[in-house]
């Protein structure tokens, strides 16, 4: 397994040895194509960046999707409670079986309200963002004093009209942005080493799945593939076979 450093589709790629990864014992060929952008993704998030500690409290926007099923099981993992939000009842109730305490369907109810309804007065401390300006304001709503806002996607767009600054400061929040694809060979290498070293046995025994969405496409459907994804329908990782 590898993470690469763009997009595309090929029968044959090559890599630095640094960014390679054993397939876990036990676990698929095709299985393990689910894992190192996703969980990559993920552990950066948390660990790297949002650097979560045991007993905080995560909100993980896009619980159903690749990213957010594995940051339901890293941030578990790590001690945290874990809320979700996603667009139907099926991926809440799935964030909810890989460990997320609750979840809100965001295209039935202000999912801010009802997150900080579970949560409790204090809010959050972490809230990792794939979103953006459309759910803004929830975030800070929902966020404690000294929380952490970590930013690493823009689909809800990238303009925003408020007081944001001044509530930022009024919590003494810290907004961090992130990517992921642009960075350097060595902090990818960095990356992978400590994930490797953290993760790799605990897929071969159970306790963390990469989670595939149930339609999977041969290299010649890709299209297939992104028109399904732009669906929204999808859970987990969806699967280009070659």
Known sequence: MSLLNGGGYAEYVAVDENLIMPIPEGVTLRTAAGIPETWLTAFQLLHFVTQVQPGDTVVIHAGGSGVGTAAIQLATEAGCRVFTTAGSKEKISKSMALGATGGANYKEENWGV??????????????????????????????????????????????????????????????????????????????????????IAKFSKGRYKAILDSKSFTLDEAQLAHDYMETNASIGKIIVEV
Request: glycine share 10%; proline share 1%.
């Open 114 to 199: 009802k997150i900080k309804e579970m949560a409790g007065d204090a809010g959050v401390q972490c809230v990792l963002d794939c979103v953006g300006s459309s759910y803004w304001k929830q975030n800070v709503d929902v966020l404690s004093v000294d929380g952490k806002w970590t930013l690493y996607g823009l689909m809800g767009g990238a303009n925003i009209e408020g007081p944001l600054l001044a509530l930022l400061l009024r919590k003494r929040l810290r907004l961090e942005a992130t990517t992921l694809r642009s960075r350097s060979d060595e902090y990818k290498a960095r990356l992978t080493k400590a994930f490797a070293e953290h993760a």
